[in-house]
């Protein structure tokens, strides 16, 4: 399947590189070699979930965004929401290697990928929720330069698609996942991804209104929206305790103020909590604590 890769080493892929840029070389590679399926809907969008609050050295990564207007994919930013394996010979190298070609294998750390998820339905709380409270909803002209896999990366897909070639959506209504939050196309906006021109709506979670995180997000480059929220009590988190295990459903106890977990009340653990186990406290309020 990998072996007809327009970025093999060969003679010739040398002058391609030179010609053109990681990014345009692995859509081709999806479009030409993998990618299956007819145009997409372009009134779909994108989404690219986070939590505002985490922490990108000394700043969170809400500050992070406002300060450089870019969106930053891990190999940059050394932290993320899912696998932490963004390094060369990681996981998440490998897998981008095996799905892109090639192409990015010597790529610089901003031309990497940046992951989302496609939001085939249409969902105000985004398409890929276990990967954060809130998100960007990436404007109609992205869908052009982003590839697009089910299932996750992290499973070692074999369907593929692009904004020209797309037949995921069948695929991913067809397909029953054992955990909700793992029912998402995922999406790869290759090159950068700049506030002011890539993103038309940041959505965040309603238990941030008149904090600081709102304060900042007030000062980006793109409208404000809000999804219903996520609140979760207590009791219900103790209801589920096989779902990420015993010592999450003590560490929510712990983090809990009011009996009630909220993303503003998780992010105030980022502190103190592991950043691992926090994300899978996270995982009860994504699952289990949406409103709408």
């Given at each position: 399947?990998?072996?007809?890769?327009?970025?093999?080493?060969?003679?010739?892929?040398?002058?391609?590189?030179?010609?053109?840029?990681?990014?345009?070389?692995?859509?081709?590679?999806?479009?030409?070699?993998?990618?299956?399926?007819?145009?997409?809907?372009?009134?779909?969008?994108?989404?690219?979930?986070?939590?505002?609050?985490?922490?990108?050295?000394?700043?969170?990564?809400?500050?992070?965004?406002?300060?450089?207007?870019?969106?930053?994919?891990?190999?940059?930013?050394?932290?993320?929401?899912?696998?932490?394996?963004?390094?060369?010979?990681?996981?998440?190298?490998?897998?981008?290697?095996?799905?892109?070609?090639?192409?990015?294998?010597?790529?610089?750390?901003?031309?990497?990928?940046?992951?989302?998820?496609?939001?085939?339905?249409?969902?105000?709380?985004?398409?890929?929720?276990?990967?954060?409270?809130?998100?960007?909803?990436?404007?109609?002209?992205?869908?052009?330069?982003?590839?697009?896999?089910?299932?996750?990366?992290?499973?070692?897909?074999?369907?593929?698609?692009?904004?020209?070639?797309?037949?995921?959506?069948?695929?991913?209504?067809?397909?029953?996942?054992?955990?909700?939050?793992?029912?998402?196309?995922?999406?790869?906006?290759?090159?950068?991804?700049t506030l002011a021109d890539d993103v038309e709506e940041l959505?965040?979670?309603?238990?941030?209104?008149?904090?600081?995180?709102?304060?900042?997000?007030?000062?980006?480059?793109?409208p404000i929206g809000w999804h219903d929220g996520y609140t979760l009590g207590i009791e219900q988190?103790?209801?589920?305790?096989?779902?990420?295990?015993?010592?999450?459903?003590?560490?929510?106890?712990?983090?809990?103020?009011?009996?009630?977990?909220?993303?503003?009340?998780?992010?105030?653990?980022?502190?103190?909590?592991?950043?691992?186990?926090?994300?899978?406290?996270?995982?009860?309020?994504?699952?289990?604590?949406?409103?709408?």
């Amino acid at each position: 399947m990998y072996a007809d890769s327009e970025c093999a080493s060969d003679s010739s892929s040398s002058a391609r590189r030179t010609a053109s840029s990681p990014a345009a070389l692995a859509l081709a590679y999806v479009t030409a070699i993998v990618a299956t399926g007819v145009p997409a809907d372009r009134t779909l969008r994108a989404t690219v979930h986070f939590h505002p609050d985490a922490l990108v050295g000394d700043v969170t990564v809400l500050a992070a965004l406002a300060r450089d207007g870019l969106y930053r994919s891990q190999f940059e930013t050394g932290v993320g929401n899912g696998g932490l394996s963004a390094h060369p010979g990681g996981a998440r190298w490998l897998w981008e290697s095996r799905m892109f070609g090639g192409c990015d294998d010597q790529a610089s750390a901003s031309e990497r990928p940046k992951y989302g998820s496609l939001n085939h339905r249409a969902d105000r709380y985004g398409g890929s929720p276990r990967f954060g409270s809130c998100y960007l909803r990436l404007a109609e002209h992205t869908l052009d330069r982003t590839t697009f896999c089910f299932p996750d990366s992290v499973f070692e897909p074999d369907s593929f698609g692009t904004a020209m070639r797309m037949d995921l959506i069948g695929a991913v209504e067809q397909t029953t996942m054992a955990d909700p939050l793992d029912h998402y196309i995922e999406a790869h906006l290759h090159g950068p991804l700049t506030l002011a021109d890539d993103v038309e709506e940041l959505v965040l979670d309603p238990s941030y209104r008149d904090t600081a995180i709102h304060e900042v997000a007030a000062s980006l480059p793109c409208p404000i929206g809000w999804h219903d929220g996520y609140t979760l009590g207590i009791e219900q988190i103790r209801a589920h305790p096989d779902y990420r295990g015993a010592t999450i459903v003590q560490l929510a106890e712990a983090i809990t103020e009011t009996e009630t977990l909220t993303p503003r009340i998780l992010g105030r653990a980022r502190g103190w909590a592991d950043p691992q186990e926090l994300k899978r406290a996270w995982h009860y309020l994504a699952r289990f604590g949406r409103r709408g």
